[in-house]
């Protein structure tokens, strides 16, 4: 099994991912380009449009149409920002059959859950979930409505989705325990994992500089930003500066608050010198390939080993999803390996021959 079709591990067809994908702006087509006055060369011919066949699957006797699968592609590489006319025939073809082993796995899915009771309590509760992730109620309609659906037929598909998900715990119902035992002894194979490194929590105020700014220009940023920490230090809130004057887009939102990283999780500048200030401690300004940043340390944790005790019930939770996935894969396989289908995609270019390597010496 190459993934367990989406579907199945969110509950819901639909997702947040999905929506914002139709919202994508559309980029702008190149203008084409003039012709020479003479001798233009010939242009190349174009190459041949792939021919999908419709439909492009049967499965036990339902079809899967060819616009649906061109759909489901179309809105693929929307989520992910390609461009669709810069995609080899080879990566196309593979995508089709990526996106076509979903589809068939729903179907079936689906035809095996239809009985399953689903309460209109649980559908109102995923909508809650969706409205929650995209703000408001009016936020959640205007992302349905760019996206081409409705909202009955959201709710549809998140009835759909919650059917597949009770199907498919109840295949694999007690199958997906795990022990304290299991936990532990993860947690004596994998001890690197548990290595917490040193951290510092730090918040800024950035005074941003272009990278090929003038002299004269760096010189008064710098004045700037040293007359920001000269404010702080004189006992000037940190936050209510950083959201005034902190040309860090996040600041906002955050205060400047950059919450606990490593030594590798900054550049170099500002780790430097984030990790060799006190606790409360203001910095003159520190130059980076940003601009001139005024540092306060909020805290300072030593680096540690997290205690089993303290990682179990993490652990736990993620030790149950793996085998949760894993079981789920079983079922996934065992389902499609039995099942009608009909496949009539086009197979995937094979990738030209590798040359015959040189004959060693002798």
């Known amino acids: 099994m190459k993934s367990i079709p989406a579907f199945i591990l969110t509950a819901s067809i639909l997702t ?35 021919v999908l066949t419709d439909p492009v699957a049967v499965v036990e006797g339902m079809e899967i149409k060819k616009a649906d699968l061109e759909q489901a592609f179309a809105r693929m590489l929307g989520a992910q920002g390609i461009p669709a006319d810069q995609l080899p025939d080879e990566q196309r073809i593979q ?6 082993d979903d ?53 549809e598909n998140v009835r759909d989705g919650l059917r597949q998900e009770h199907w498919i715990d109840s295949q694999i119902k007690g199958k ?14 994998n001890p690197e994992q548990f290595k917490q490194p040193e951290q510092v ?7 941003a500089v272009e990278k090929d700014a003038k002299p004269e220009i760096v010189a008064e940023k710098e004045k700037a930003a040293k007359a920001i920490a000269a404010r702080v230090k004189k006992g000037e809130a940190f936050d209510k500066l950083a959201k005034e004057l902190s040309e860090d887009p996040s600041a906002k939102e955050n205060s400047g608050d950059l919450n ?41 944790k030593e680096g540690e080993t997290v205690t089993l005790e303290n990682a179990k019930p993490k652990l736990l939770a993620y030790l149950k999803q793996q085998k949760r996935q894993g079981e789920i894969e079983k079922v996934v396989k065992a389902i499609r390996e039995k099942a009608d289908v009909k496949v009539n995609l086009p197979d995937a270019p094979k990738p030209p021959a590798a040359p015959a390597p040189e004959a060693a010496p002798k």
């Open 95 to 100: 995508g089709y059959h990526m996106i076509l």
């Open 201 to 207: 929590r730090a918040s800024h105020i950035l005074i």
């Open 103 to 155: 589809m068939i796995i729903e179907k079936l899915v689906t035809k095996r859950s239809a009985e399953v009771k689903v309460t209109d309590e649980e559908v109102a509760a995923k909508m809650e979930g969706f409205k929650t992730k995209f703000g408001s109620e009016a936020a959640l309609k205007e992302q349905i409505e760019k996206s081409g659906l409705t909202l009955d037929k959201v709710k």
């Open 260 to 300: 606990y990283f490593g030594r590798e999780q900054m550049v170099p500048e500002f780790s430097e010198a984030a990790f060799k200030m006190k606790k409360d401690e203001i910095s003159e300004p520190v130059r980076s390939q940003f601009g001139f940043h005024v540092i306060k340390v909020t805290d300072h």
């Open 176 to 189: 997906d325990e795990v022990a304290d035992a299991d936990a532990e002894d993860f947690y004596k194979k």
């Open 16 to 50: 947040a991912s999905t929506l914002l994908a139709a919202d994508a702006p559309k980029k702008p087509a190149a203008p084409a380009p003039k012709a020479p006055a003479e001798k233009a060369p010939a242009a190349p011919a174009a190459p041949k449009a792939i």
